[in-house]
Structures are given as C-alpha cells and as structure tokens.
C-alpha cells in the first residue's frame, strides 16, 4: 500500500484563466459576439485615436508668436500661447494683473483648506469663502477704494470672468436657496405658495430666457436714474436661476432629516429659527454638499451662455479670437482649449463630489 | 420666580397676540402678501413710465403686423409678409421639431451607452465610461459651437460634396432623398394600420391567454411580421406606388430630396451628445437598482436569460428610469433654446431675438416665450404624476 505522506505541490491555474492570456479571454473574447465586437470597436478607437494623439502632440506646434510658425500640419497650439493672456485675464489692464493673481491664490488656498480633511476650524473658514471673500473680491476686482485703480466691468473677460460668474452664482444663491428651501415647507400657505411658484417657474424656462429677461426687462423695471452695469444684469439672472435650483437640493436635505429631529427641537422648546438654525439645518447642510457641488458644476457649464448677451467669458474670447483675420481657421484648437479647460474643473468637481457621496454613504443601502 | 410656582398660579389663559404663533403666521403672510405687492405694483409702474418714455405701446396688437423678415426654416408656409404671430408659430414649430428629434436620438444614444457601460467586455466598457465622463464635462454651448463652426462649415462646397449613398453632404447641409407617394400608397397605409390594430388584439389576446393557460405565444416576432409583411405585400400587389425624389446638383446648390441645415444638425448632434451622457448613467443605475435576488428568483424559476431580462429585469428598473429620465427631456427642451448661438431658428431666436429687436415689445415677448416653456413643464409633469400614480408600487 502507499501512502503519499507528503503534499504535492500546487498545480498552477490554467493558462487559459490567468496572466494577460487569461484576462483577455475573460475580459475581451468571452463569447463570440464580445470577441467580434471588441475587434470591431478596437479597430475604430485606433483608426481615430492614433490620428488624434499625433495630430495634438506629435505634429503639433507649440512655441512661436504668429502664424507662421504653425508649420508642421498638425494642432497649432500657438494660437493659444499666444493669447493666453487674454484667454485667462480678458481685457484686464496688464499692470494690474497681479490683483487677479492674488485672488486665484487665495481662491486656491480657500478649496484647499475646505477639501483637506485635517484643515482645523473648517466652519470658520467656510463662513469666511461665503462672506468676506467676495466682499474681498469685489475691491480687488473692481478697485477704486485702496489706491487701487478702477477697472470696469466690461473690462473683465475670460477665465476670471467665468468664475466671477460661477462663484457669485454659488455665493449669493446659497442663502436664497435655503430660504426658498424653507419657505417651501413652511406651514403657512401664502409663503409656501409664493416659493412654490417662484422656484418652479424659474426651473421651467431656459437660463437663457432668463438672462435675456435681466437684460432687457430689468432696466424697465427701476426708475431710470439707476443704470445697471451689464455684468450686474447677468449676474442677477444667474443668481435667480440657481437659487431656485439650490432650493431644490436644500429642500431634499431638510426632507433626508429624521422627524425625530423636528420633534425633539419641538419638544426643546426652540423656536422655529433656533429649530431650523441650530438642529435641522447644520445636519441637512452636511449631507447637501454632493448635491450642492453637482449645481455648481451645472452652473459652472451654464456661465458660458452669457456670451449670448455679449459678456466675453472664456468661451466668448476664444470665439471672438476665432475671427481674428490673423488666426483664421483653428478654430478646432480654440474649442479643444476651451473644452480641456472647462473639463478639468467640471470633472475634478464631479470626482470630488462621488467621493464625498461614497464617504457620507455610511448606511447599509445596496451598493 | 419660585413664590409664583408655590401659589400655583396658572399662567395667564391667553397668551399676548405676538405670542401667539397662529396669529403671528397670519401677520406674517399678510405682510408678505403686501411686500410682494408692493414690489409689484412698482416694477409695473417703473415699467409703463419707463415705456411710455420711449413711446413703446403695451399690448399684444404687434402681433398682427407683418414681421418683415425671412426665417431658414419653416414648417409652416412663410414669408416675410405673415405677421409676428406667425413668427412665433414657426419659431415654436422649429424648436419643438428639434426637440422631438433630439429626445429620439438621445434616448438610442444614452441606452446604448448606458448598456454598453454594464458590459462585461472591457474595451466597449472603457469606451462608454470616456464618452459619459468627456462629454457630461463640457458646456453644451461649446459642444454646439464646435460640431457648427469646427465640423460643419468647413465641409466643402456644394459642388464638391460628399457623397454617402444617395445622400450628399455639404457645408449647406445634408440633402436625403426623399420618397414620393403615388396615387396607390393609400392601400399601404390602410394595410398599416390593420396590421397594428391585428397586434393591438394578439397582445391583449396573448395577455388573456396567458392568464387562463400560463402558456406564452411568441408576439414579439409575429407583431414584426405583421407590421413589416403585411404593408411590404400590398406595396408590391399596389404595384409599388412610390418614388425617390432625389437631390441634384443645380447651378450651386442642390434641388430636389430633402434638405437638413447645418445649424439643424449641429444642433441636433451636440443636444442628443450632451443629453445621452446624462441618460446613460439613467439608464445605468436604473439596471443596478433592480436587486440580484430578482435575477436569481427568474433563474430558480426556470426562466432563460432573455425573458429574464424582458419579464423581470427591464420593467422594474423602468420604475426607476423613467422619472429622472423625464426631466432629462425636460431639460433638453429647454437647452434647445442655445439654438440662437448658431442661428437655428427656434423660438428663442426667432421670436425673443428678432422680433423683440424689431417691435421692442420686451415684457409681451419675454413673457409668451417664459410662458411656452412653462406650459410644456407643466404638461410634461402632469403627464409624470399620472405615470407615477399608475406604476407606484402597491404598499400595504
């Protein structure tokens, strides 16, 4: 009899289910239909990627300060070197874009601290973005007090204007928001229906009916001594618009809060503003931010639309740079700038806010 | 005071009126009421002096007066003698045409993307993940701007058009041949729709058969059939009563067939583009919402993979698709509003941009196009609160 007392060594697995063979097999030629459909789809990615990527990086031409130095048939990203400047800063004096500058830096620092999860006192620092900050702005921007020299509106232009208009947006619509948000709740039918209609007729017409609205009914609105600026036109356009949104999410937030909560202020004795202030709010705010960071992101697309009621935003100077006599017909590599940029904020914003749903995700839901 | 607590004085029966929170709400909502008012009776009154200045008349008579102006595209007959109420007509007509078509291509778009996204193939897996996470990051302005003034008009001229079976490209626009009904295709339409009311019938004969005998009769091919043979038998019998009107190089441009401008179709690519992204992760989560113990009961139950799907999976995770998917139309309606970038004329462009340039009739005009849109919100969220009321789950 024999008896084998000692172990034989493992088998390895089947080459057919392990290494790049085996994840192939799994991966990209299951079944006949997957395999006929990956060379299908293979075939087409490398017949317009490879031409892609050469025609970007590979044949493309990079430095130089006019036209001619676009020689070598693919993407003339001179174009944009060249004017990069205006792309970002508009028609900002260029001795003051140091004011700009600042305001970018202490943009940066603001998101930083927000983001990072160690960042001490966060609450302070998040009263601090939403009102001294664009108190702060608005005198670096504009100037005129300081010593600082004034730069009108019509002046702003480009990137910066783009978050002028996104960060305003945000800003002014936040506590409307939360108000509409309230108000939609509240018990008493006469504010109740008036935010009811005032949210839902916003969300029912395109921004740009709305911005056509603030720039032509607003100045028959107020006696005509008051001259709106065009940027102030817009901006209050927008900010109508997004509150309305924003109330949408702030009032899925309050609803996300257990009536045990409501009960228990009730119970307290707290009245109705220390109730909302001290109980509700500070919890539903929290679980809005993904919410809240998903309408930024839509409105942070949508400030393009001024370019509609001729404010240059980033997307208007890179289309009037486009007609420039001298730089006629890139305007694939004017798009593909503008797009690259408006895709880094929108989609680091929208990773951001995945992950912070993922964090907050602590119930025991299916996912 | 504790003296108060030891005499056990009850508090005063009736509380001062500002104590009062029902009282306190009433004064509260009627200044509001009055507040709102206010603002009102001012901005209108601002607003009649400010356009009595400027010797605009209020009022809808504008209407009526001929518009003065061509329009690229009308479904209705027009020139520039109709009035602007026709201008407003037509422009209403352009954008829903674009909407209608939009919702189409966006809807075939965003499934096949969000199906593609669940697929176990990796390569088409990676794909649909890039389209989703490019195209959901990029302003729709920009999108439309792009596919019309980097795509489209450097297409080549008429006479150098691009040729794609019958069709030709140009940077004029797509011109399709297009079919020419004679006398006999009334027969075909009529053998259409016998064969719809035929299908109408096998399903609700299917639905009581099945029933009262658990058994299944294969409608989904023999409704096929019906639709396509029974059409495709009197055509032939009819002796095919139809023609293609093709499109032919004339002079500079084409005549003949049917035309799509170029501002149609980058209108159309960037709306149906932009608003897929958003119904394929729609569609994704909708599938993933649907429980894996629902797959595995099918399996116990003996059912194969594609009723499996049919039966179970696709109409429970349409109880989940189709509200946010509603509001996805909703808002690529609205968005076809960014029309007027590129001068497709839809009513925002038409009627709020040239016509309110030329009459000055702001409030009149901004307010019919605010409330057109509105009407279609409502209707739409009627029509969704119907669908709900129908679908909600049965709790006890």
């Known amino acids: ?367 | 005071m504790p003296s108060d607590v030891n005499k056990g004085v009850a508090p005063s029966s009736k509380p001062k009126f500002w104590n009062d929170p029902d009282k306190r709400a009433m004064l509260f909502q009627v200044l509001m009421v009055l507040t709102v008012l206010g603002f009102f009776a001012y901005i209108i009154s601002n607003a009649l002096y400010n356009l009595e200045k400027r010797g605009i008349t209020t009022g809808f008579a504008f209407l009526d007066q001929s518009a003065g102006f061509e329009i690229l595209l009308a479904l209705l007959p027009y020139d520039a003698t109709y009035s602007f109420g026709r201008t407003f007509l037509v422009g209403l007509l352009n954008t829903l045409l674009v909407s209608f078509l939009g919702v189409i291509l966006a809807t075939v778009i965003g499934f096949v993307m969000g199906i593609a996204r669940l697929s176990q193939n990796w390569l088409v897996n990676k794909v649909a993940t890039a389209y989703i996470e490019i195209f959901r990051n990029i302003p729709l302005l920009l999108q439309i701007l792009f596919w019309y003034v980097a795509v489209l008009q450097p297409l080549p001229l008429p006479r150098a058009s691009i040729e794609i079976g019958g069709a030709f490209l140009n940077n004029r626009g797509l011109y399709l041949p297009w079919p020419v009904f004679e006398s006999g295709f009334s027969l075909v339409m009529i053998a259409l729709a016998i064969a719809i009311c035929a299908v109408v019938w096998l399903l609700r004969w299917n639905h009581k058969r099945q029933d009262a005998t658990g058994e299944r009769f294969p409608v989904l091919w023999t409704s096929l059939a019906l639709l396509i043979g029974l059409p495709l038998l009197v055509y032939v019998l009819a002796g095919s009563p139809m023609s293609w009107d093709e499109p032919v190089l004339k002079g500079f441009n084409f005549k003949g067939g049917a035309t799509i401008i170029p501002e149609l179709m980058a209108l159309l690519i960037a709306l149906s583009v932009y608003t897929g992204t958003f119904i394929a992760e729609i569609v994704r989560s909708g599938i993933l919402a649907v429980s894996h113990g629902q797959t595995e009961a099918a399996g116990a139950l003996g059912l194969n993979k594609s009723k499996t799907l049919r039966l179970i999976v696709v109409p429970q995770s349409m109880r989940v698709i189709i509200p946010p998917l509603t509001s996805q139309y909703l808002n690529l309606i609205k968005n076809s509003s960014l029309a007027t970038a590129i001068g497709y004329p839809d009513l925002v462009s038409v009627f709020m941009g040239t016509t309110l340039n030329q009459t000055g009739q702001a409030i009149e005009i901004i307010f019919m196009t605010m409330a057109v849109y509105l009407t279609i919100n409502l209707i739409v969220s009627m029509l969704m609160n119907l669908y709900n009321k129908r679908m909600s789950l049965v709790e006890r």
């Open chain 1, 1 to 367: 009899m024999i008896v084998n007392d000692t172990k034989l060594p493992d088998l390895p697995p089947p080459s057919s289910t392990s290494g790049i063979i085996g994840w192939l097999r799994i991966n990209l030629f299951s079944t006949p239909f997957y395999s006929v459909l990956t060379l299908v789809v293979g075939y087409l990615l490398w017949s317009t990627l490879i031409p892609a990527f050469q025609w970007i990086f590979i044949d493309s031409d990079w430095v130089g300060d006019s036209r001619d130095a676009c020689t070598s048939g693919g993407a003339c990203w001179v174009f944009i070197s060249v004017r990069m400047d205006q792309f970002i800063y508009g028609f900002y004096p260029e001795t003051e874009y140091w004011r700009i500058n600042i305001l970018f830096v202490m943009l940066a620092l603001l998101i930083g601290a927000l983001i990072y999860e160690g960042t001490p006192k966060k609450g302070w620092i998040a009263a601090f973005a939403l009102t001294a900050f664009p108190v702060i702005s608005f005198f670096l921007l504009y100037g005129g007090s300081f010593g600082l020299e004034v730069v009108e509106t019509h002046k702003w232009g480009g990137l910066s204007l783009t978050l002028v208009l996104a960060l305003v947006g945000i800003v002014a619509s936040l506590p409307i928001g939360i108000f509409l948000a309230l108000g939609r709740r509240s018990n008493m039918t006469a504010v109740r229906s008036f935010c009811t209609v005032f949210i839902e007729m916003w969300r029912g017409v395109p921004l740009i009916t709305i911005l056509f609205m603030a720039s032509v009914m607003l100045p028959l609105f107020v006696p005509e001594e008051i001259d709106f600026d065009k940027l102030l036109r817009a901006l209050i356009g927008i900010t109508l618009f997004q509150s309305a949104y924003m109330a949408e999410v702030i009032r899925g937030g309050l609803q996300a809060i257990p009536k045990g909560q409501y009960e228990a202020a009730d119970a307290l004795g707290l009245s109705y503003w220390k109730k909302m202030g001290l109980i509700v709010l500070p919890q539903a705010l929290k679980i809005m931010i993904p919410g809240i960071v998903n309408t930024f992101i839509a409105l942070f697309k949508d400030t393009s639309l001024v370019l509609i009621i001729g404010l240059f935003d980033l997307l208007a100077i890179v289309q009037a740079a486009l007609s420039d006599p001298k730089w006629l017909g890139y305007s694939i590599e004017g798009y593909a700038f503008v797009a690259f940029v408006f895709w880094v904020f929108c989609f680091s914003m929208s990773r951001y806010s995945q992950y912070l749903e993922r964090k907050l995700h602590t119930g025991h839901g299916a996912r």
